[in-house]
């Protein structure tokens, strides 16, 4: 089953065109990454199918549904969830209580039966806390639900951002790099949190990351960005020996060597 298809979507910024007919087809249960360069138009692409941006041109389809030019809570509620490249928490609040906003969507409690304290509000409060804190467990934060989020290691953060796109109940996850920063045994344990994602929850994770030997690892499929265009697809091994991949991250003298790309080294490009 197809989740997502984007086609010849095109963004523009002024006389910059960011993503330049791009197509992309992301299959139900995989993991399928996103690499480039920087500037590729990665992250434009995410805020594409996101609705952060609307594109100019192209279309794009979540589960057959047409998503372009829909408002960012729109496409939420419709099942598609997302970290940032930059965390973006609510730093002043506990860990708990950043997941429940996250369920804002799907709760059905109005402004009165808050102010009233209905029983509908008081049953639904509950729901939250429990659901909530199952989700802190799942990714690996059982006993931090009461900790301020500003107050919590680097590591946590990226994983309490990921709680909070799953309290939306996406079926589509995009990761924006999410073991940018981490050290070695964080980046292991984030890398084995997404494999846990889409094998015990079934999501399908769109995965942007720098860190290639994550990528090279985890990735179902890997679509290859430069300059806002799509310069390959392929598995794993097919990425790693491109010449065209092996001359965006490393040079044309690069690729004329030939040769196996020590691509896996690269931490950022």
Avoid: W
């Amino acid at each position: 089953m197809t989740v997502l298809v984007a086609k010849k979507v095109t963004k523009r910024f002024g006389g910059l065109v960011a993503v330049r007919d791009l197509d992309i087809t992301i299959e139900e249960g995989s993991i399928h990454s996103v690499i480039g360069p920087n500037g590729a138009g990665k992250t434009t692409f995410f805020n594409c199918i996101t609705g952060f941006y609307t594109p100019e041109e192209g279309d794009v389809r979540f589960l057959g549904e047409p998503i372009r030019g829909l408002r960012p809570d729109q496409i939420a509620k419709m099942g598609i969830g997302r970290t940032y490249q930059n965390i973006r928490l609510f730093a002043n609040i506990t860990a708990i209580e950043n997941v429940i906003v996250g369920m804002h969507s799907h709760l059905h409690s109005g402004i009165f039966d808050a102010l009233l304290h209905t029983r509908r509000y008081r049953n639904e409060e509950k729901e939250s806390e429990v659901e909530a804190a199952r989700l802190l467990a799942f990714v690996g934060m059982k006993g931090k639900e009461n900790l301020i989020a500003r107050n919590l290691s680097y590591g946590d953060q990226r994983r309490l951002e990921i709680a909070r796109a799953l309290a939306i109940r996406p079926k589509l996850l995009l990761l924006d790099e999410p073991t940018a920063g981490m050290n070695p045994k964080e980046t292991e344990d984030t890398t084995n949190l997404i494999r846990k994602l889409r094998d015990e929850l079934g999501l399908t994770i769109l995965l942007i990351e720098h860190h290639m030997r994550v990528v090279m690892n985890i990735s179902d499929l890997i679509t290859v960005l430069d300059f806002g265009e799509k310069i390959a697809e392929g598995d794993a091994h097919a990425i790693q020996n491109n010449p065209i991949v092996i001359e965006a991250y490393l040079g044309r003298g690069a690729a004329a060597s030939g040769g196996h790309v020590p691509i896996t080294a690269v931490k950022e490009a």
